[in-house]
Every structure is written in structure tokens, then in C-alpha cells.
């Protein structure tokens, strides 16, 4: 052999190791990188709940690994497979991660965001930004232009986008913790698509009492919309009662006769005759989402 083939062969044997040496680091770092596995202990959790509060790690760690439209994707394919039941609470979370990730900008998150599970992922973006102004009187302030920076080429879905920003904002409004059901609503004055604002701060209020046991749930039905009573807002409390139905199905794991069952704990005729128009909506959204 020459000493030339000798050099070749040698030279060749280097670039490998280097190539291979190489690639073992790329795949050491793949791996600790590598996706998560959905915890295996939440599988079992018997409560919808408590399986949504916790799977919140796992899909925040998508959010964060790889993208918040991957974390929508899984939250969808485990509503498919019946690991969950509904996955507008997860959407929510993956919104709020989502907001994390893009450092609270709006547009952003919401261009990186995903439809599906009946908009949770935009209402959840929105959620999290009104909780990040500590000073109730400063989101207040800012409320009308919170959706500025919501766009779409398609105008349709703009004003999609801008409905579900809106929602978000009454949910956060009332997650902040410092307003009143009353402060929350009149936040909502004048905002584009007031409505969905008001309706967002209804399920908000709603949605705390998701986590608890049947017969206390049944104890406080008729005590959860009391806030919406008595204001000057004829409306108001017509739309508490709706959240509830909607609600309730959640709670059942959409089970239309078990959550029409508990609106009859609600004490006037027109309440129960609400909040089970409630439960069929939720049904509705439930087989077309």
C-alpha cells in the first residue's frame, strides 16, 4: 500500500470519528432535551379536576420544549382518547404558559396559538396577562386595549380572535383576585364584544367550584351567583346561570342527565329552566368542537 492510500485511509478514519463523535453529542443533548412523558399517576385520578391541575406541568413543559400548537395537539389527542374528558382547562394552561414563553406579548402568543377546546388557549393568553398587572386600578385602565395587538390577514378570523381576547380579559378580571364580580363586569363596559368579556367573568366565577366534592357542590349551587343578584344589570345574573349548566357538564364528564339533576338544586323555577339550557349547550359544544 502507498504511502499515499495509507494518509487517505487514515484521514478518513479521523473525519469519521470526528462525524460520529459529533453526532453522539447532538444525541446526548437530544436526549436531555428529550419530550416528557405524561405523568403516569394522573391517569388514575378519578376526578376531572384533579386530572386537569395534574397534567398542568406536563403540558406547560410541551409549551416551553417544543411549541404551545404541540401542547394543543396532545391536549386534543388526549380529549380523543378519553384520558380526559374535555380539555378547555388544559388549553387555558397552555395559553398562560404560552404568555410566559413569549415575555406577556399578546400578538405573539396568540399568532403561536392553536383553536380547538373551545378557544381555551386564547382565553387563557388573556387570563394570565390581566393577572400580571398587580394593580387592580392599572388593568382597569388598560382593559379597552388589551386586544390592540390581536391581528389576522383574514378579517374573519380577526374578529374571531378579538372575541376570544375579549373573554380571556373577563376571566382574568376575575382570577386577579382584587375586583368584585360587580368591578369585573363594569370592566367590561364599552370593551369590542362586552358580551364575551361578561360571559368570561361569569364562567371565572363559576369555574372555582369545580374542584369540589358532589354534596358540598350541591350545598352552594344555590349560593354561587348570589354576587350577580341585586346588580343593576338585568342580564347578569341570566348569564351566571347559563356558566353553570356549561359548568356543571364539565363537572359530570358531560353527563346531560347527572348535570341537569344538580340544577334542580337551584331554588326558583326559571334558575333550574336556565341552567339546564346550560347543559344542553354545553353538550352541543361538547360534540362539535
Same mark, same amino acid.
Given at each position: ?6 494518509f487517505?485511509?487514515i484521514?478518513?478514519?479521523?473525519l469519521?470519528?470526528i462525524?460520529i463523535?459529533?453526532g ?17 399517576e394522573?391517569? !388514575?385520578? #378519578?376526578?376531572?379536576y384533579?386530572k $386537569?391541575?395534574c397534567?398542568r406541568?406536563y403540558?406547560? =413543559?410541551? /409549551?416551553?420544549k417544543?411549541s404551545?400548537?404541540y401542547a394543543?395537539?396532545?391536549?386534543k389527542?388526549?380529549k380523543?382518547k378519553?384520558i380526559?374528558d374535555d380539555?378547555?382547562l388544559?388549553?387555558h394552561?397552555?395559553?398562560e404558559?404560552a404568555?410566559?414563553k413569549?415575555n ?7 399568532a403561536?396559538g ?14 394570565r396577562?390581566?393577572?400580571y398587572e398587580?394593580?387592580p386600578?392599572?388593568?382597569v ?6 386586544c390592540?395587538?390581536?391581528?389576522s390577514?383574514?378579517?374573519q ?10 373573554h380571556?380579559i373577563?376571566?382574568g ?7 368584585s364580580?360587580?368591578?369585573a363586569?363594569? !370592566?367590561? #363596559?364599552g370593551?369590542d364584544?362586552? $358580551?364575551?368579556c361578561?360571559?368570561g367573568?361569569?364562567? =371565572?366565577h /363559576?369555574?372555582q ?7 358540598k357542590?350541591?350545598?352552594?349551587l ?13 342580564n347578569?345574573?341570566?348569564v351566571?346561570?347559563d356558566?353553570i349548566g356549561?359548568?356543571l ?13 344538580l340544577?334542580?338544586e337551584?331554588?326558583k323555577p326559571?334558575y333550574?329552566?336556565?341552567?339546564k339550557?346550560?347543559t344542553?349547550t354545553g353538550?352541543?359544544i361538547?360534540?362539535?368542537d
Amino acid at each position: 500500500m502507498s504511502l499515499q492510500n495509507k494518509f487517505k485511509i487514515i484521514l478518513v478514519i479521523t473525519l469519521l470519528a470526528i462525524v460520529i463523535g459529533e453526532g453522539s453529542l447532538l444525541f446526548a443533548d437530544y436526549m436531555a432535551k428529550r419530550l416528557p412523558n405524561a405523568p403516569k399517576e394522573c391517569f !388514575a385520578k #378519578e376526578s376531572e379536576y384533579d386530572k $386537569w391541575i395534574c397534567f398542568r406541568p406536563y403540558f406547560d =413543559e410541551l /409549551v416551553n420544549k417544543v411549541s404551545p400548537k404541540y401542547a394543543m395537539i396532545e391536549a386534543k389527542i388526549f380529549k380523543e382518547k378519553k384520558i380526559i374528558d374535555d380539555c378547555h382547562l388544559n388549553a387555558h394552561f397552555i395559553g398562560e404558559a404560552a404568555l410566559e414563553k413569549y415575555n406577556f406579548n399578546v400578538g405573539q402568543a396568540f399568532a403561536f396559538g392553536e383553536f380547538g377546546c373551545i378557544e381555551g388557549y386564547f382565553h387563557g393568553v388573556m387570563e394570565r396577562y390581566v393577572r400580571y398587572e398587580a394593580d387592580p386600578y392599572s388593568v382597569v385602565s388598560k382593559v379597552k386595549n388589551m386586544c390592540d395587538t390581536v391581528s389576522s390577514p383574514s378579517f374573519q378570523k380577526e374578529g374571531l380572535l378579538k372575541s376570544q381576547c375579549a373573554h380571556g380579559i373577563g376571566h382574568g378580571l376575575v382570577a386577579h383576585n382584587f375586583l368584585s364580580v360587580a368591578d369585573a363586569l363594569a !370592566a367590561c #363596559e364599552g370593551i369590542d364584544y362586552e $358580551w364575551r368579556c361578561r360571559g368570561g367573568v361569569a364562567m =371565572e366565577h /363559576v369555574e372555582q367550584y369545580l374542584s369540589l366534592e358532589e354534596n358540598k357542590l350541591k350545598e352552594i349551587l344555590p349560593e354561587i351567583c348570589e354576587p350577580f343578584s341585586g346588580l343593576d344589570d338585568s342580564n347578569a345574573m341570566s348569564v351566571c346561570i347559563d356558566n353553570i349548566g356549561a359548568t356543571l357538564m364539565w363537572y359530570t364528564k358531560h353527563d346531560l342527565a347527572r348535570s341537569k339533576k344538580l340544577c334542580e338544586e337551584l331554588e326558583k323555577p326559571e334558575y333550574i329552566r336556565s341552567c339546564k339550557s346550560g347543559t344542553e349547550t354545553g353538550e352541543f359544544i361538547n360534540l362539535t368542537d
